[in-house]
């Protein structure tokens, strides 16, 4: 369904980089939810750039919700959040008609678009249209959060420098929700901080890992099959430009696993089934088993770099050289960590909405 | 949707481990494919157990198309595959009905369908689906076959060996499809035969990587955000039971790359623009570039283990001990290899038809 | 999605009218459901020929649930109906493979499928795949009726005689929800059986209109703009072979009231907000108001007849004429009939699963 | 999927009466069509309240469209138009929190939304939100007309009198495209405004009958059972508030048609294959045939009338009176007209982009 992700919360996106707005359309919100306008503030500053980590433009980011809101509280219709573009700079992007950026989807777009596509900024494919998911996903979050399911995302790893690991799980997603630059060791935090002012320093750009921790999700949601959390949840984040990779629990390092490791044995404790360990972070057979929900997502490389590249003119079919100017981010990585946590939100949102029906929260 | 998948071209799935058919409706063909059963039955070996390496449960997989084909091509309409179970022993379940089961989804499942589900074998849940999801995927792969689209997995690492990475394309795919144990080093692949024996001898399991080459796709497939190549396909793959990390391109590798290193530079050869490296995995923006696709699965470990381990009694609530009998794969990742290449077909058939209409391929 | 159909609760339908097996796989129906063969068996009954005023192919519809039913009971996961062709006599439709059948699908579908489709009967198109529907409709109804909502359907008018209208609703379902040829009023009933028959020697068919009652509904299904109650029944209802024409509530005549004629005061009995009329057939905006759902669909006369038709020959691209022989219906609204009411429920049941989750039939 | 439309071309529609801009997103048309703003205006020209026959709340409908048109083209990405609400008068509605309109949502709306859903002039379900639909009809039209695909409606009937039968299509479309008040027989067209004009001083409403025709539809488009034709045209038509009945071809005058008469006979016409009559309205099977598409929507009388009703207050559970003072529509017939306008194209272009690609229209 193109832009539009979801089968009882849905979220459609529209919008180009340098158009008049961006926005996102979200249905199937359970009616009741209050809308807090500071908390959606809050969470697109979160991803908004920051510092000399980050692009030199700085959107405002006024959103405005146009619909879906009734006396501060979601009505259960389709709920509208508009966002302007006002540090548009066109000019900046002429060349992008015919010269692909490499690692960029320009020659793609091409390819699908017949060159119609808005070339400035990367159009539609660009990373500002995170805000607006950002901004729906804070009310996801805010709906999720009150009925206790908790959402943190931290930089495991960014520029071969490693945060620690996730501990204390509800200190630590509380800790990391009023930080904007997600990490959980201060130290390591300043170093990859240190790194990527330095790639910037030399033209360049840095990747990352982000690594998330869901709490207190029911067990029994998801399904066997091809709406598998995991399948569901991936598909929600492999949207997120730049990502290359997800994984759940130990994903890559169970493969290296022997069953007898990997297996988490189930135990009573306080009453309450749960297991010992969670290697399978929290899903068993596609479907949620009550442990934490834990994913990590790799980010490469911002493709925008201002070191000279070889390309080619798409519409000439000819080879050619590219530098690029214009405002860019070194990493992303941090930008796109209130991203995971905006999709994550939604798409829990939804998979708790298609098992507990159209107004589970409002009851 | 559940146990339906696919846009244009869509594949619904049936049945349980130990119930009378498994199947699969496959919908939205194009009409005119030859359906060769041969190449099914090949295909359908491919994913069956043998050796010493599988389960001793030998199921015949006499699959049967009961709709869809008329005079050896698809119809265009709906095409249905069953496959009988005839080896099946529930005695061995019975006590699955109440005991989960580390690593599978029992417990989970418990809590979604309030004790109902088909316990035994896993019901739904089983890695038996997938005989046919691979017969669909079969008939899919025909279809990209012959215009030029191939579909090439192995399994790159198990047990901690590894096998030697993908060269010279063609000639790799065009083996593997040959393999039963689809590696590119057969020394290599000898040693995962021995550590999955030893584990097996041991009681215990062992997990492993596929890595999946495509070729021949055409630049321009795919969307940006929501159904994204890597969304769609990471979407079909996580759906594979077991299946619990997915990276395209260099993955998670490209976190710690610098965009210098990880953007691939276009260039023209032979008159058609292609980029130099391959980083990417081909897919740029979320849409093809042209490119071979490339991704990588991670497997973990089969869950089903001989070693005692503990557990609980889940309409008790109480702790217990779990000895399982019966009949497992000590290793299921040499047979999911054929399970990727037919949901890596059947998605890549469905996002084909969705750009180039429902009679593409009949043309 | 083609030939699949509902949200929560789907159906997918497969099989061709003399091809091996006929069936449909019910995704998405709350675990723990009663499944009584016996039932399944007494509603296919309702839809089997019976009489001279039905086709002479007198199928036995022998259906076998493949998957999704353990102890009787519904497991959640998909069930498969299957129904085998046992009296399938193919050298009755060679001539279709070029010569089109007035009335019926053969040259759109040469239009569509190039020419590949089973012209055998209709093929895909066939009446006949409304067995399964029926079958798959016979366990949703009984999930219904369990929960106090009862559907009834009845032969308004056939061959320009009128059954008399509903009275007392719960009265006349139960009577409806026993007949073969559901008439209210049994006189009418017998000079409509007449009519047909005389169509019938005369090699000619004959139309009719049905009218379908809902009770017990609960107000608050069904939503506004896209997914309207109207919208999703009808999108049900007209995918009926030979139904033209779907009007809820007074329908096209309300086109000739005026507004404080048209509108249903609402009142209060017994403590329950109910209308003092029913013009609008229980739905406003779209959503349930608590009243019966009350709608009707005009079927077409049977576009299979004796006599002798100008037609062409599609691949030749020249005129012709037709004389059919074979083994047809003078009429089908009476056997259509069975698939209203099947369609009906498993809509209902989809839409009240959106409503109130994935086991609101269970808890 | 609530207020999402379409599969390969979707709608999603959001906004409230009197709330702050309503919209819709218009997604997957293909790249490069013209998008002429003068062209849309007309449209929603069309749709506009005029004369004694209307509302007098006179929205300026000041469109704008903010994402998805480049350099007057479609890009193929999401297009997003706004229609900003400048006259509304909230005060008027505060009584409908409480007190249900008969006809209306409201009662319906308040047992599904628990009261949370915005009452101002209808909130969601109001008439105003097919201003966006037809602002995106336009779009498809222009679309549809440069392929040669021409759709025009006329008013049937409306307030018990009748408009001539269409005659020279070609003719009468293009006349019609032209009209505000879309008769095909002026005369006809004065009286049914007479009686709107009569209703309208009474207090009361009219009703009336739409009827359409679509030309140059190539055979082939649509699908057997549920994405048939006449399926997906009725779920867009029955989304249209006020709709009640849609019937294809004869519709429910062949239920008492005998099979001689209903089938359309096909021939040859200028090396051409159609049909000599058209009873079955274009679509045969659920496939177009190449004839004109015909199909007719039954519109209920306006249910706001100022004439004292019995109704009840849905929070206390009681009986009382009703007089609506505001702005309303005498008849609405005349302007869901260009609302059936905009579906049809809407739909016969997702339709014919499921079928052909997503660029058919580009290439």
Same sequence: chains 1, 2, 3, 4.
Avoid at 140 to 166: P, Q, Y
Avoid at 188 to 193: A, V
Wanted: aromatic content about 8%.
């Amino acid at each position: 369904m193109k832009n539009t992700f979801g089968n009882a919360v849905s979220v459609t996106l529209f919008g180009e980089s340098h158009g008049k707005e961006i926005g996102a359309v979200l249905d199937g919100l359970c009616p009741g939810i209050p809308v807090d306008e500071e908390e959606l503030r809050f969470r697109l500053d979160l991803r908004r750039p920051f510092g000399r980590i980050s692009t030199p433009r700085r959107e405002a980011d006024d959103f405005s919700i146009v619909s879906g809101v009734y006396e501060g509280k979601t009505t259960g219709t389709p709920l509208c959040i508009l966002i302007p573009n006002r540090s548009a700079r066109s000019a900046d992007y002429d060349m992008l008609r015919s010269v692909a950026r490499p690692g960029h989807a320009d020659y793609a777009a091409f390819c699908k678009y017949h060159g119609y596509s808005d070339p400035r900024g990367g159009g539609h494919f660009s990373g500002r249209l995170t805000a607006p998911l950002v901004a729906a996903g804070a009310i996801a979050e805010k709906m999720l959060s009150s009925r206790g399911i908790k959402i943190g995302t931290h930089i495991t790893r960014c520029a071969e420098i490693d945060d620690r690991d996730f501990d204390d799980l509800a200190a630590d997603i509380a800790a990391l929700n009023t930080k904007q630059f997600a990490v959980l060791d201060e130290e390591s935090g300043e170093k990859m901080r240190e790194r990527i002012e330095k790639a910037a320093e030399e033209g360049d750009s840095v990747g990352g890992v982000l690594e998330t921790a869901v709490t207190g999700m029911p067990a029994g949601v998801g399904e066997p099959w091809f709406d598998s959390m995991e399948s569901v949840l991936s598909h929600a984040l492999f949207s997120i430009p730049g990502v290359k990779g997800v994984e759940f629990g130990d994903g890559f390092v169970m493969a290296d696993m022997r069953g007898s490791e990997a297996n988490d044995p189930f135990r009573v404790r306080d009453g309450k089934i749960c297991t010992a360990t969670n290697h399978n972070g929290g899903i068993n057979g596609g479907i949620t088993n009550g442990m934490p929900v834990i994913f990590r997502v790799a980010v490469k490389p911002t493709p925008s770099i201002f070191l000279k590249q070889d390309t080619v003119d798409f519409r000439k079919g000819k080879e050619t050289e590219l530098s690029l100017s214009g405002r860019h981010d070194p990493a992303i990585v941090h930008r796109a960590r209130a991203v995971v946590d905006a999709l994550t939100a939604l798409t829990l949102a939804d998979m708790l909405t298609v098992r507990y029906g159209t107004d589970w929260w409002t009851q």
